[in-house]
T-cell receptor
């Protein structure tokens, strides 16, 4: 089966611009998660979708971040306007059952805000 | 919230050596995973192991849920084992800070 796909793999944008990251989960996985790792820090949970519904968005840093999952398939994470501190690697993961059987991660999107 | 601590933070090995990485967590969990982040940044799922022992080739893992720790064993290490090893727990996957492993030929 195809894995979790993320694109772009890299993005360099200027402060104040908008960037949209995309994640395609494994087919049939209702649960989709976004994480990020900013430089030198730990990988942190951002939010969890069950199908198209946001189950938990407690990790979203502020209202400049907007995640959507229309139709319960792929998800997008938009950062608008981007700030320097948003630089880091954004990971997406999917699972069949939350908390069980393991999560599969995508390769991540490395975002650099200059 | 749950705290996850990994040790050691850094580890340098000669090729062929064995090693043990540890993950302590502060509360009971029903999900624990070990990941390897390779030099290209990819997070590779090594084990889903909320309890018990599993083996996959040169890697094995043991989780003692009642004592809130997990161990990852790497035997006969190879240079391709280099990278950062993460432990993560809970349904949100709370990550530890990782163990950075460098295997030298």
């Amino acid at each position: 089966e195809a894995g979790v796909t993320q694109f772009p793999s890299h993005s360099v944008i200027e402060k104040g611009q908008t960037v949209t990251l995309r994640c395609d989960p494994i087919s049939g996985h209702d649960n989709l998660y976004w994480y990020r790792r900013v430089m030198g820090k730990e990988i942190k949970f951002l939010l969890h979708f069950v199908k198209e519904s946001k189950q938990d968005e407690s990790g979203m840093p502020n209202n400049r971040f907007l995640a959507e999952r229309t139709g319960g398939t792929y998800s997008t994470l938009k950062v608008q306007p981007a700030e320097l501190e948003d630089s880091g690697v954004y990971f997406c993961a999917s699972s069949q059952v939350p908390g069980n059987y393991g999560y599969t991660f995508g390769s991540g999107t490395r975002l650099t805000v200059v | 919230g749950i705290q996850v601590e990994q040790s050691p933070p850094d580890l340098i090995l000669q090729e062929g050596a064995n090693s043990t990485l540890r993950c302590n967590f502060s509360d009971s969990v029903n999900n624990l995973q070990w990941f390897h982040q390779n030099p290209w940044g990819q997070l590779i799922n090594l084990f889903y192991i909320p309890s018990g022992t599993k083996q996959n080739g040169r890697l094995s893992a043991t989780t003692v849920a009642t004592e809130r720790y997990s161990l990852l064993y790497i035997s006969s290490s190879q240079t391709t084992d280099s990278g950062v090893y993460f432990c993560a727990v809970g349904y949100k996957l709370i990550f530890g800070a990782g163990t950075r492993l460098a295997v030298h030929p």
